[in-house]
C-alpha cells in the first residue's frame, strides 16, 4: 500500500516533467514562426548608399545628400540602349505611379555620358514620361560612374573595351530615407541584395525576355517600397 500511495504522490510530477519540455518545443516553433515573420516582414541592410554627384536633365548637381528623406531607386542605364533599357524604364515608369508620393524618388545614371548629355536626357525623361521631379536621370565623368556602379556592386561594362562599355545589368538598388541600400529576404531567407528591372517569361522571373508579361521584382519592389513609406 505504501509503494502504490507513493508512486500516486508521484504522478502529478511525472506529468510536469513531460508538460514542460512540451512546452518548450512550442515555444521554439512559435519562435521559428515569428522569425519567419520577421524575414517577411522586415527589409536587410545592404549597406550605406555610396555618395555620388552628379549632373541631371535639368543641368542641376545631385548628390546622395539631396536625396535623403526619401526613398528611391537607383538603375544604371542609357538612353540609346535598345534592349533592356526601355523595359527598365518603363518599370520605373509603372512604379512612378503606383508609388505616386512626394516622398519617393528615381535616380538613373546613364553610362554613356558621352551621348547622354543634360539636354539628351531631359528629351529622354519626356519619351518614357517622367512625372516626378525627384527622377533624375544623370550623366558625368565615366571614369567616375564605372567606380559608382563598382562600389554599389552592379555591373557595367569596362569603358575601355568597345564590345564591353556600353554593357550593364538589370539591377536596380532599393534606398531607404537614411541613405541605406535595402532588399527582402528571399525564400531560404537569404537577402537578395538587388532587384530586378527586367520582364520575365515565367512568373518565377528565371528566363528574362524583353516582351515578357511578368515582372515579379516589379511587384515586390512596389511592396517594398511602401513597407519604407510607412
Known amino acids: 500500500m505504501r509503494n502504490m500511495s507513493k508512486t500516486k504522490k508521484e504522478a502529478p510530477g511525472i506529468k510536469r516533467k513531460v508538460i514542460i519540455p512540451i512546452a518548450i518545443f512550442a515555444l521554439l516553433f512559435l519562435g521559428i514562426g515569428v522569425g519567419m515573420g520577421y524575414f517577411k516582414k522586415n527589409l536587410y541592410?545592404?549597406?550605406?548608399?555610396?555618395?555620388?554627384?552628379?549632373?541631371?536633365?535639368?543641368?542641376?548637381k545631385i548628390t546622395n545628400k539631396d536625396m535623403l528623406g526619401k526613398v528611391y531607386l537607383v538603375e544604371f542605364f542609357f538612353s540609346r540602349?535598345?534592349?533592356?533599357?526601355?523595359?527598365?524604364?518603363?518599370?520605373?515608369?509603372?512604379?512612378?505611379?503606383?508609388?505616386?508620393?512626394?516622398e519617393f524618388g528615381i535616380i538613373s545614371i546613364s553610362i554613356d555620358p558621352e551621348n547622354d548629355t543634360p539636354a539628351a536626357l531631359k528629351e529622354h525623361a519626356k519619351s518614357v514620361g517622367a512625372?516626378?521631379?525627384?527622377?533624375?536621370?544623370?550623366?558625368?565623368?565615366?571614369?567616375?560612374?564605372?567606380?559608382?556602379?563598382?562600389?554599389?556592386n552592379i555591373y557595367i561594362g569596362?569603358?575601355?573595351d568597345d564590345s564591353?562599355?556600353?554593357?550593364?545589368?538589370?539591377?536596380?538598388?532599393?534606398?531607404?530615407?537614411?541613405?541605406?541600400?535595402?532588399?527582402?529576404y528571399n525564400k531560404e531567407n537569404m537577402p537578395i541584395l538587388y532587384y530586378s528591372g527586367l520582364n520575365y517569361e515565367?512568373?518565377?522571373?528565371?528566363?528574362?525576355?524583353?516582351?515578357?508579361?511578368?515582372?515579379?521584382?516589379?511587384?515586390?519592389l512596389i511592396e517594398d517600397i511602401k513597407k519604407l513609406l510607412k
Not at 540602349?81 to 512626394?102: A, G, H, K, Q, Y
Not at 564591353?164 to 527582402?184: F, K, P, T, W, Y
Not at 515565367?202 to 515586390?220: S, V
Open 164 to 184: 564591353e562599355s556600353l554593357n550593364h545589368s538589370g539591377m536596380i538598388a532599393l534606398v531607404d530615407q537614411e541613405g541605406n541600400i535595402r532588399c527582402r
Open 131 to 152: 512625372k516626378s521631379p525627384d527622377w533624375h536621370f544623370l550623366t558625368g565623368n565615366r571614369d567616375y560612374i564605372g567606380k559608382l556602379a563598382d562600389q554599389f
Open 45 to 60: 541592410t545592404v549597406m550605406k548608399v555610396p555618395d555620388f554627384e552628379l549632373t541631371d536633365q535639368n543641368n542641376k
Open 158 to 160: 569596362d569603358q575601355e
Open 202 to 220: 515565367d512568373p518565377e522571373g528565371k528566363t528574362p525576355k524583353l516582351n515578357g508579361k511578368y515582372h515579379p521584382d516589379r511587384e515586390i
Open 81 to 102: 540602349c535598345p534592349t533592356i533599357c526601355p523595359v527598365m524604364n518603363r518599370n520605373m515608369r509603372f512604379i512612378e505611379d503606383e508609388i505616386n508620393s512626394p
